[in-house]
């Protein structure tokens, strides 16, 4: 069964990186666009005539309303057709924090108080991007009326807290702007990671006109969205493709090259691997290894990848009647075993993960999982020592919450995230881990991703496997998302000891100290088992040999910014 699960099983992610990996805290930048971009790999001849791009995305943005938008498919395009104050790019093989509206920026001495000067960048009906655009979006986001999915980002601003609580309205909220292009950002306190959080999506502009006018519409079709970054979206046909074309009034303008980027939405593995080979497409992204090799012994491409920021994962409905008890959640936490499921299920092209906090996360110089160590493999070990297997734990549980000790009787479903050959197949593989491991006859739900996603927002699941990606280089970013009062993953759990934790090390200027704090934070989430995480994401990307300008550091946001084809 096995050998014949690891031939058919096929997985194609399409990503949007939105991270960072530097955690320098400058007081005062210069205008840093004077730095060249010299991540490609130095082509002979002159850029092609015809500049465009041929890319796809797995599945259909779901909403490009910065205060809305909670999908990596949103996010792509958004980071290409929009500009934020600051750019993480990918510059010579190094993170580097290049000017986006904001040209110039500066803190106070105690980072609590945060200035930026914008430039003279333009929206695509030629009107100029002011400090306002950025208060109107920001406290438009902080707004709990606007149920923004990404609020938390906003918490270290003055007044966040009491904002997303109700308790002030969110003209309070600590930003302002002091003329059209100076923007002030007040902090509640130093948190030493601010200014990488500004790249994330959340902190770019809105205009107040155009949400007036359009309404609900905003973001949801091509003409109901206004642009100020590299592209503008020409057109949007859903489920099937979408056009970017270069935007004339972006203010760098000069360093876009491409002229156009066809993306095509594509989720059958055999399908893009077809339209790569007939040249359709100009990069295609693999998960198996009989396609990595292929394409690697192919004159016509080049290979990049990279360990990227998303952990993939499954977690439980802490409400759920079943899942309360801590010991059953635990029990199937233990059963998996991540290289199998990496050789299994991923072609081995994953990195196996026994910490919620993912490999490339680092607390200044400090790489976290290294100095954290892999929590969940101790606990298996740990129970191994007592002579105890993970269906012992479960009976344990089941006995508990008054269930008998015979695992065969649970009545447990898994909702998975899709309907595919691959997620129908992954389903199996599970399947047969607990039924072997646990005896539990486990039933799986395949939906879409948005009747997944309603469901889970909803309670209606007992387990369920997703991915979620940081936005930026330090494990406040993904341990928030479990806080009491944002439950970002929905799985109802609190603990007033955890959210201390990480609420202190979010502001402690001590790296060890932060450390330490993080670390601790990360042995309950999982001790008490709200989510079990299995693997890294990789990239494992190829691309025709006249493509150039594409960024080799997973955490940049140079999106087609800086890409062109020579010899196409």
């Known amino acids: 069964m096995k050998k014949l699960l690891a031939l ?21 930048q210069g205008n840093q666009n004077e730095k060249p971009n010299d991540n490609d790999n130095k082509p002979s001849g002159e850029p092609d005539a015809e500049q465009y791009y041929n890319t796809y995305l797995a599945s259909d943005p779901t909403s490009l309303d910065i205060s809305l ?49 914008l430039g003279d960048n333009k929206w695509n009906d030629g009107e100029p991007v002011t400090a306002e655009q950025y208060v109107y979006s920001l406290r438009r986001s902080a707004d709990p009326a606007t149920g923004c999915p990404n609020s938390f980002f906003l918490s270290p601003i003055l007044n966040y807290n009491a904002i997303s609580k109700g308790e002030k ?14 923007l002030e950002i007040t902090l509640s306190q130093t948190v030493p990671a601010f200014l990488e959080m500004c790249n994330s999506t959340i902190y770019y ?29 020409d057109s949007w046909t859903h489920n099937s493709s979408l056009v970017l ?4 009034n972006y203010w760098n303008v000069d360093a876009v090259k491409l002229d156009k980027v066809n993306l095509a939405i594509m989720s059958d593995t055999t399908t893009i691997i077809n339209a790569y080979k007939s040249g359709d497409l100009d990069t295609v992204g693999v998960s198996t290894q009989e396609w990595l090799e292929e394409f690697q012994k192919d004159s016509n491409s080049k290979y990049e990848n990279y360990t990227t920021q998303s952990i993939l994962f499954t977690f439980y409905n802490t409400q759920n009647e079943l899942m309360k008890n801590e010991k ?21 092209l994953r990195v196996p993960t026994w910490g919620w906090v993912v490999p490339t996360i680092s607390v200044g110089e400090t790489n976290f999982r290294k100095a954290a160590g892999d929590v969940l493999l101790e606990q298996l070990e740990e129970l191994t020592a007592k002579g105890q297997t993970p269906k012992d734990l ?19 479903t898994l909702s998975l995230a899709g309907t595919d050959d691959w997620f129908r197949t992954f389903g199996e593989y599970i399947q047969q881990v ?58 109802g759990w609190a603990n007033a000891e955890f959210d201390r934790l990480i609420d202190e090390a979010n502001v402690e200027m001590d790296e060890q100290k932060r450390l330490e704090n993080y670390m601790a934070a990360e042995k309950i989430l999982l001790e008490e088992a709200v989510a079990c995480p299995l693997l890294t994401s990789t990239v494992h990307s190829f691309y025709k040999n006249y493509v150039y300008g594409y960024s080799s550091l997973g955490f940049s946001t140079n999106g087609y910014k800086d890409m062109y084809t020579v010899g196409r």
């Not at 309205?169 to 100076?182: F, N």
């Not at 074309?245 to 004339?248: E, S, T, V």
């Open 169 to 182: 309205d969110p003209s309070e909220l600590g930003v302002k702007a002091i003329d059209e292009k100076t």
């Open 205 to 233: 502009p809105q205009r107040e006109d155009k949400m007036q006018e359009w309404g609900e519409k905003y973001g949801t079709e091509a003409a109901y969205t206004m642009y100020n970054g590299p592209f503008v979206l």
């Open 8 to 28: 058919i099983l096929v997985f194609t992610m399409c990503l949007s990186i939105v991270a960072c990996n530097n955690t320098d805290k400058p007081s005062d």
């Open 434 to 491: 607990y039924l072997t491991e646990l005896g539990v006859n486990l039933k799986i739900n395949f939906a879409e991703w948005a009747i997944f996603y309603e469901n889970v927002q909803n309670g209606n699941y007992q387990m369920a496997y997703m991915s979620w990606g940081a936005y930026y280089n330090d494990p406040y970013d993904v341990l928030s998302i479990f806080k009491s009062e944002l439950d970002q993953v929905e799985t």
């Open 245 to 248: 074309k270069k935007n004339p």
């Open 69 to 117: 938008r909670s999908d990596t498919y949103s996010s792509t395009i958004i980071t290409n057709v929009m500009e934020g104050l600051i750019r993480r790019e990918d510059r010579n093989g190094e993170y580097f924090m290049a000017p986006g509206d904001a040209q110039t920026w500066k803190s106070n001495e105690e980072g609590t108080v945060w200035t930026f000067y």
């Open 394 to 412: 479960l009976i344990e549980g089941m006995k508990e919450a008054g269930l008998g000790e015979d695992p065969s009787t649970l009545d447990i």
């Open 328 to 348: 059953i959640r635990k029990a199937f936490s233990l059963a998996i075993d991540h290289e199998d499921i990496n050789e299994m299920c991923f072609g081995g």
